[in-house]
């Protein structure tokens, strides 16, 4: 594979070497209008259940660029077992939460509100979109999944089952998460971090019942949410995720 290929896009459908494929108008503008693209260039494509291929640009029509896939470079990486809740912020921090944490690895996202939320509502279109462009840059072959946004008490009643949630503690009252990951080295997990205010009593009280919960602490400083999800999931990854094992490649092919 050349190494100087820059161009990475993601495909909606199932790719295989040989095919020839349609891009959506979208991407046929980018590569057309913005990075100027020729016939005959090369470029990677990825779907979200083979992996990643090189791809060759052959017809440029006035709408569309189609595209002959090549030879494939990389299996599908799906990242550790790892979820992440958080209260939906404003848009720019919500952008910045969703690119940072993909970059790190999540196979799931679940926006939430809590009592002091104070942005009610989402995108899940724009969501989704700055899902697929870190994946893009990041060089990830797994597109996180992102469900719709839920009060906090339906997700911890009806959606975490046997999965441990790491409760990131503004109050600093927990301990450490380095210490509580050491202990537990959890592989199945749901990290919640707050909205701006942090949570109300009654949302401690609820959490505190659940017995699948690992409160901690990340540190002496109260963060704000993004670098909260960030920081955990970084601990997280380092102590009993990806980072302490070989990439575990799953591939739906043989």
């Not at 470029?43 to 029509?61: C, K, P, Q, S, W």
């Not at 997700?155 to 537990?184: A, G, M, P, W, Y």
């Not at 919640?192 to 019942?209: A, Q, Y």
């Amino acid at each position: 594979m050349d190494k100087n290929i820059s161009i990475r896009l993601f495909c909606e459908v199932t790719l295989t070497v040989g095919d020839r494929i349609n891009l959506e108008t979208e991407q046929s503008h980018y590569l057309k209008n913005v990075m100027r693209c020729k016939i005959g260039e090369k470029i990677l494509v990825f779907d979200n259940y083979t992996g990643e291929y090189v791809a060759e640009i052959v017809n440029i029509h006035k709408r569309f660029i189609d595209i002959e896939i090549l030879e494939k470079t990389k299996r599908r990486c799906i990242p550790g077992d790892v979820w992440l809740i958080f209260c939906p912020l404003k848009k720019s921090r919500t952008d910045f939460l969703l690119e940072k944490s993909t970059e790190l690895g999540v196979r799931k996202f679940l926006p939430t509100l809590s009592d002091k939320t104070q942005t009610k509502t989402i995108s899940l279109n724009r969501c989704r979109k700055n899902i697929v462009e870190a994946v893009e840059q990041c060089g990830g072959t797994f597109i996180p999944e992102i469900s719709p946004i839920s009060s906090l008490s339906k997700v911890i009643e009806q959606q975490l089952e046997d999965r441990i949630l790491i409760f990131c503690d503004e109050t600093l009252e927990s301990k450490s998460i380095n210490e509580c990951l050491l202990l537990e080295r959890p592989q199945k997990v749901a990290v919640l971090v707050g909205p701006e205010g942090g949570f109300s009593h009654s949302e401690r009280k609820l959490l505190r019942t659940k017995k699948n919960i690992l409160p901690v602490s990340l540190g002496n400083r109260i963060l704000r949410a993004e670098t909260a999800a960030v920081s955990a999931l970084t601990m997280w990854h380092g102590m009993a995720g990806d980072w302490l094992k070989k990439v575990d490649h799953q591939n739906n092919e043989n």
